[in-house]
């Protein structure tokens, strides 16, 4: 037993020499598969390896990049080095040709790709890594910042870096949007921002308007995303904010701009009517909450978002109300009104419904759209009185807005469009129109019935 035991725990020479050869073959072993995965590379000096990059597109990298683990670590530690980062972070944002479609547009697809290559290098990290890492490749190039570059109007950066973010982040569930969302938000300060902007003073604050603006429409909101992308990217935005705020941030990121230096118009909705250029974002944006890839929002919380909206700075003039429920299409603006009926509300409730109809003349939409709406809302009453009490309210509206019109163009009140004989005679077509299509639905009604 002895022996046996003194046996079994002696190794003599020969052993120790076997055991010490099977431990030294042990990295070598690892670094051959290592360079196995590397294929026809594994030739190559590390040096040589990043100047063929160089002869490669930024497609062909990323392809590279699933190739092998090996291969994309490599390639990791080519994207940080000097020479990587002058070959991928292009930064001619300014040039005097991007206006131009062909320009631009290739800028565009060089970040998409490397928004792809990365999303493929970084594949196996966990996403609060992967956005450190994708932060110190990118922390160089300034014009990535909220506030970084000095000409934002003419700058392509936010717009590439949106279209970087949005192919990194396709196919993320919720929860690592989530993650990407406060990352962005606590990397820009944009609470702060946020809350200086819609705290004080509309237009007080008119160079961080512009900022925010162009930040969230260009990095957070990029074009072409999908409408569920939108819906909760814009939710993101907006909901941390009581729904006061959310209108002011909604008229910031969508609402009319100067063409001369891009600062919000915040009196463009109260000085006089406007066109529907000017409507069409807050128009599309209410439509996108509205809908069915916005989860988080009731219709309540739409309506109350219009009504907020109505009143900045200062109450609209109807007839851009009426525009813009027009704008925002028959749900929307169904549900609004829908809503004036059941809270007793028939004088608003009639004066919309004649801007609805001058709006209809003026943009040239078919009246009998303005009719069906109103016979919509006239279901909604809930006693003949109240609907019969609606019906008076409109023509009374109709009556006293042309006397009012008439009133004006006969005291000479003309300005150089002659904008008073105008609106009046808008306003009369107007009428004449909508009664028109009363008509023709009461004839039908009358003749199917006989």
């Given at each position: 037993?002895?022996?046996?035991?003194?046996?079994?725990?002696?190794?003599?020479?020969?052993?120790?020499?076997?055991?010490?050869?099977?431990?030294?073959?042990?990295?070598?072993?690892?670094?051959?598969?290592?360079?196995?995965?590397?294929?026809?590379?594994?030739?190559?000096?590390?040096?040589?390896?990043?100047?063929?990059?160089?002869?490669?597109?930024?497609?062909?990298?990323?392809?590279?990049?699933?190739?092998?683990?090996?291969?994309?670590?490599?390639?990791?530690?080519?994207?940080?080095?000097?020479?990587?980062?002058?070959?991928?972070?292009?930064?001619?944002?300014?040039?005097?040709?991007?206006?131009?479609?062909?320009?631009?547009?290739?800028?565009?697809?060089?970040?998409?790709?490397?928004?792809?290559?990365?999303?493929?290098?970084?594949?196996?990290?966990?996403?609060?890594?992967?956005?450190?890492?994708?932060?110190?490749?990118?922390?160089?190039?300034?014009?990535?910042?909220?506030?970084?570059?000095?000409?934002?109007?003419?700058?392509?950066?936010?717009?590439?870096?949106?279209?970087?973010?949005?192919?990194?982040?396709?196919?993320?569930?919720?929860?690592?949007?989530?993650?990407?969302?406060?990352?962005?938000?606590?990397?820009?300060?944009?609470?702060?921002?946020?809350?200086?902007?819609?705290?004080?003073?509309?237009?007080?604050?008119?160079?961080?308007?512009?900022?925010?603006?162009?930040?969230?429409?260009?990095?957070?909101?990029?074009?072409?995303?999908?409408?569920?992308?939108?819906?909760?990217?814009?939710?993101?935005?907006?909901?941390?904010?009581?729904?006061?705020?959310?209108?002011?941030?909604?008229?910031?990121?969508?609402?009319?701009?100067?063409?001369?230096?891009?600062?919000?118009?915040?009196?463009?909705?109260?000085?006089?009517?406007?066109?529907?250029?000017?409507?069409?974002?807050?128009?599309?944006?209410?439509?996108?909450?509205?809908?069915?890839?916005?989860?988080?929002?009731?219709?309540?919380?739409?309506?109350?978002?219009?009504?907020?909206?109505?009143?900045?700075?200062?109450?609209?003039?109807?007839?851009?109300?009426?525009?813009?429920?027009?704008?925002?299409?028959?749900?929307?603006?169904?549900?609004?009104?829908?809503?004036?009926?059941?809270?007793?509300?028939?004088?608003?409730?009639?004066?919309?419904?004649?801007?609805?109809?001058?709006?209809?003349?003026?943009?040239?939409?078919?009246?009998?759209?303005?009719?069906?709406?109103?016979?919509?809302?006239?279901?909604?009453?809930?006693?003949?009185?109240?609907?019969?009490?609606?019906?008076?309210?409109?023509?009374?509206?109709?009556?006293?807005?042309?006397?009012?019109?008439?009133?004006?163009?006969?005291?000479?009140?003309?300005d150089e469009q002659d904008s008073s004989f105008l609106n009046l005679f808008h306003l009369v077509n107007a009428q004449a129109n909508f009664h028109k299509e009363i008509l023709y639905l009461a004839m039908g009604s009358a003749s199917s019935t006989t």
């Amino acid at each position: 037993m002895t022996s046996s035991a003194g046996s079994s725990c002696t190794s003599t020479p020969r052993q120790k020499q076997r055991r010490s050869s099977r431990r030294s073959c042990h990295t070598p072993g690892r670094d051959s598969q290592a360079l196995s995965a590397l294929g026809d590379f594994q030739t190559l000096p590390l040096e040589i390896f990043q100047m063929v990059l160089n002869y490669l597109s930024v497609k062909d990298i990323s392809m590279l990049s699933m190739v092998s683990k090996t291969i994309s670590s490599r390639l990791v530690n080519y994207i940080s080095t000097s020479s990587g980062t002058r070959r991928l972070l292009l930064q001619d944002f300014h040039s005097p040709e991007l206006p131009g479609r062909k320009e631009g547009a290739s800028i565009l697809e060089h970040y998409k790709s490397l928004g792809l290559l990365l999303k493929r290098c970084t594949l196996l990290l966990p996403t609060r890594d992967r956005l450190k890492y994708v932060h110190k490749v990118l922390s160089g190039v300034s014009c990535f910042k909220l506030n970084g570059c000095a000409s934002p109007l003419h700058c392509l950066g936010l717009q590439c870096y949106g279209v970087f973010l949005q192919i990194l982040t396709a196919g993320w569930d919720e929860l690592e949007c989530h993650r990407v969302f406060n990352f962005l938000w606590e990397l820009s300060n944009l609470a702060r921002k946020v809350q200086t902007v819609v705290s004080g003073k509309p237009g007080s604050a008119r160079r961080l308007e512009l900022r925010i603006r162009l930040y969230c429409r260009g990095v957070l909101l990029p074009a072409g995303s999908h409408r569920s992308d939108s819906a909760f990217w814009l939710t993101r935005i907006l909901k941390p904010w009581p729904m006061v705020n959310q209108a002011r941030l909604l008229y910031i990121i969508f609402g009319p701009v100067s063409s001369l230096d891009g600062h919000v118009v915040w009196q463009k909705m109260i000085e006089g009517p406007t066109d529907e250029s000017s409507l069409k974002g807050l128009a599309d944006a209410i439509k996108l909450l509205y809908g069915t890839e916005a989860r988080e929002w009731t219709a309540d919380d739409v309506i109350s978002l219009v009504d907020e909206l109505s009143v900045l700075p200062q109450e609209w003039l109807m007839e851009n109300n009426a525009r813009l429920l027009l704008l925002s299409g028959n749900s929307i603006c169904f549900t609004f009104l829908a809503s004036k009926a059941v809270n007793g509300r028939a004088v608003e409730l009639a004066r919309l419904m004649v801007f609805m109809a001058l709006v209809c003349e003026k943009d040239l939409y078919c009246m009998d759209w303005a009719v069906k709406m109103m016979q919509k809302v006239c279901k909604v009453f809930s006693t003949p009185w109240e609907r019969n009490n609606f019906l008076q309210c409109l023509e009374n509206t109709f009556a006293h807005m042309l006397m009012d019109m008439l009133q004006a163009v006969l005291a000479g009140e003309q300005d150089e469009q002659d904008s008073s004989f105008l609106n009046l005679f808008h306003l009369v077509n107007a009428q004449a129109n909508f009664h028109k299509e009363i008509l023709y639905l009461a004839m039908g009604s009358a003749s199917s019935t006989t």
